[in-house]
């Protein structure tokens, strides 16, 4: 079984600030694990994928993630914010289970980011 | 590409009345999912299928609920009949084998009354 948890549901920064969200996981096997941002009214777009390649990951709009094994996390990150990252962030989890479970994504709870001037 | 393209984008409908949410999946893509957010329960996976074929429907909350794939560019959920606590937003998403991610509609809000 997979598991996804993500400290915090709301995170609040001023803009420039470093923007951190947390993410822990659970998995029997080697993981892969993703951020996807949610705005407003919008589905979720995929900000960066970790696949068993790099250890840190660089995502679009300046994001990126770090897997870290021994403590079974993957934080985001930005160093500075802006208000445009204002949204809801899903950390999510998958495993490739004999090939047809990719895509099968176990999300966690999701982080509302807030951006203040 | 035109993405994951799902329809209607909205649906209000009365208790007790039949619904379709329809999902045309990103062309090449042989896996497709469908999900549904609400603030309570956040995303949950309801069912997906590989190649046509329903692969892990556990999701399914109850018999109401039922979805096909007919073909490899189209899928439906359906719900009758519809109950209030049904009202959520609907994703449906694919992805393509080999690769992990996957590709997310704009979604279908639901709203029973």
Not at chain 2, 32 to 41: E, P, S
Request: aromatic content about 12%; charged content about 15%.
């Amino acid at each position: 079984a997979q598991s996804v948890t993500q400290l915090g549901s709301h995170v609040s920064v001023s803009e420039g600030a470093l923007v951190l969200l947390r993410c822990n996981y659970s998995s029997s096997v080697p993981p892969y694990l993703f951020w996807y941002v949610q705005y407003p009214n919008q589905g979720l777009q995929l900000l960066l994928k970790y696949t068993s390649a790099a250890t840190l990951v660089k995502g679009i709009n300046g994001f990126e993630a770090e897997f870290k094994k021994s403590e079974t996390s993957f934080h985001l990150t930005k160093p500075s914010a802006h208000m445009s990252d204002a949204a809801e962030y899903f950390c999510a989890v998958s495993t490739n289970a004999g090939g047809t479970s990719y895509g099968k994504l176990t999300f966690g709870q999701g982080t509302i980011l807030t951006v203040h001037p | 590409d035109a993405g994951v393209i799902q329809s209607p984008r909205h649906e209000v409908t009365e208790m007790g009345q039949e619904v379709t949410l329809r999902c045309k999946p990103i062309s090449g893509h042989n896996s497709l999912f469908w999900y549904r957010q609400t603030m309570m329960r956040g995303l949950e996976l309801l069912i997906y299928f590989n190649n046509n074929v329903p692969i892990d429907d556990s999701g399914m909350p109850e018999d109401r609920f039922s979805a096909k794939m007919p073909n490899a560019s189209f899928s439906t959920l359906k719900i009758q009949p519809s109950e209030p606590r049904d009202s959520a937003v609907y994703f449906c998403a694919s992805s393509f084998r080999g690769y992990a991610e996957a590709f997310f509609g704009q979604g279908t809000r639901l709203t029973v009354v």
